[in-house]
């Protein structure tokens, strides 16, 4: 579940109007006893009633994904759309630390070519379902005038160590990244791997308790995960995990973000992002237990806001929507 | 859940789609052990896990509303948008005996007026989750440069009696159908009541195993459950209980369908259709338990296909397409 959705040309007009709704929607919603987490993390864990009565709990994921705005059809082509719309949606669990269960796909098909690109989209969906052994159990499927739609709901089951949440970085906290970040628009944005596995591990093995997953890039949702904890972050850029591709993007373009910008706003990484005690992420980093590289990126702090640290220990503020803005303002 | 929807002006080119698209779909999707109930119900009951281990069981069903093909907002309005949107889904949980848990919502807003239509659309949806105590679980906001679109996927428990079902009706069972159909166009389509306690009254107090809601008109919809449980349904015309509203459209028109035909036909009543045994339905009638009429209106047997009886105890083939037909070439 995110309340809103990476849309680069409108970004910023999206996220305001999203954070305003957001909050008047928490508002109005209000606390229902069915939801241990709600509104605001990455997916909500619903209890809806005792084990012994068929109930239990599940954790529960939403996006939605719109041709002309998150996607260009005849760029990406209905097999990858497809693929994408779960794969996000599976991000999302991971963030929460869940086992995927079931997913619902809802799609609006454009009237010309509806049936072919109904089978592409399920043809790259269904590998992805079956890998990570989810459930298609059902959805809505429409023709209609206008550009395809495709919306997921996903959800899944804790194990007993419950969910990864935004809340729970701890002062003192290591700052750790899966996978390397930036350039995802060369492709990764739509065949990147939903790091559920690694998400499983880190929370059942090494009882890491904060994390998410970088969808609008890592400052802004490093900022967003020490809000939710009520904390700040010191960020080692030096020591951010550039992918090949933000290093492609920066060389081909005499101007532009550099590949480090890119690495922290590109966004679409759907790496993880989590805060573990210095003991527990340094005998990660040593072990090194996951196919992708997990690094050490920084540290969380009492003060509130984000700040990034050069390798000569200096420090100054980072506005995570200063790189937005930058990006922005690129976009033709 | 429910693969395809009503869609006035391509009804059949959607059916047909759809049909086709849901047996390849169901042939790729295969049978996955977390899936009780599949594609075909109006709902999936998913097994996720045991009680003990955080799992159990959950019964979802997904719709999706898009301007322009199952509203126009002008003359809907956004607040009753939001309302049907929620109000399709509960109709969909009566319609599988679920007792409503949660729902997600996820919108394609037209970037003019975002904010005001988002949360208009929450203000008609709010109330009715309150008063069938519907969790809002998230979703995804999306600003878009297109018509509105709202998909809202809900989930809901079963009783210890378990889920209705389309296939459980038996040869001699009577059919049954609650309030009056035909019209609905008029208001009751967005407006209406889901039939969540009766349904659940008539499967826990009563045994009722068989039925579904009626969206897409009793003749289409009682063929499909005939056609699930691999039997056949004589319909007793004379006692189809027509709503006001049916007789009022077909008394505006010196042609077009009568109100008998509109009550079969014209969909998005958003009833329930059950059968019972016959002892079980004379008691139900007798007692009319609800504050809606119950209604005997035919009867379950052996032979395949679809019949009309009249009061002259004469029968002949009812072709519920033929309906749909009739309704199409009027449609301008």
């Known amino acids: 579940m995110r309340w809103g959705t990476w849309i680069p040309t409108v970004r910023v007009v999206a996220m305001s109007l999203e954070a305003e709704f957001v ?125 395809l739609v495709i919306d997921v709901t996903a959800w899944g089951r804790l194990t007993p160590s419950g969910p990864l949440l935004r809340s729970a970085a701890q002062v003192g906290d290591r700052i750790l990244v899966t996978g390397r970040l930036g350039g995802s628009i060369l492709g990764r944005h739509a065949d990147f791997q939903p790091r559920i596995d690694e998400a499983l591990a880190l929370r059942t093995e090494y009882g890491i308790a904060a994390g998410m997953d970088i969808s609008d890039g890592l400052a802004l949702d490093l900022s967003r995960l020490a809000t939710a904890s009520g904390v700040g972050a010191i960020l080692d850029v030096d020591h951010v995990p550039v992918h090949d591709d933000a290093h492609r993007l920066s060389a081909d373009t005499s101007q532009g973000p550099s590949a480090l910008q890119r690495a922290l706003a590109d966004g679409e990484d759907f790496e993880l992002l989590v805060t573990a005690p210095p003991d527990v992420a340094a005998t990660l980093t040593a072990r090194s237990p996951f196919a992708v590289p997990l690094t050490d990126v920084g540290e969380i702090v009492a003060a509130a806001g984000l700040s990034e640290r050069r390798g000569d220990g200096s420090l100054r503020p980072l506005n995570p929507t200063g790189y937005l803005h930058e990006a922005e303002d690129r976009t033709p």
Chains 1, 2 share one sequence.
Do not use: Y
Request: hydrophobic share 50%.
């Open 23 to 147: 909050d008047w929607l928490k508002e109005q919603v209000g606390r229902h006893e069915a939801l241990c987490v709600g509104i605001g993390d990455d997916g909500a864990v619903v209890h809806w009633g005792d084990a012994d009565k068929h109930g239990g709990e599940a954790v529960v994921v939403a996006d939605l994904l719109a041709e002309g705005t998150h996607f260009v059809l005849d760029v990406l082509g209905p097999r990858r759309v497809g693929r994408k719309a779960l794969a996000v949606n599976l991000s999302d669990l991971a963030a929460m630390a869940a086992i995927p269960v079931a997913a619902t796909v809802s799609v609006l098909l454009p009237r010309m070519n509806a049936q072919w690109i109904a089978r592409e989209l399920f043809e790259g969906l269904l590998p992805l379902a079956r890998e990570f052994d989810v459930a298609i159990a059902g959805g809505d499927t429409n023709t209609w005038n206008g550009p």
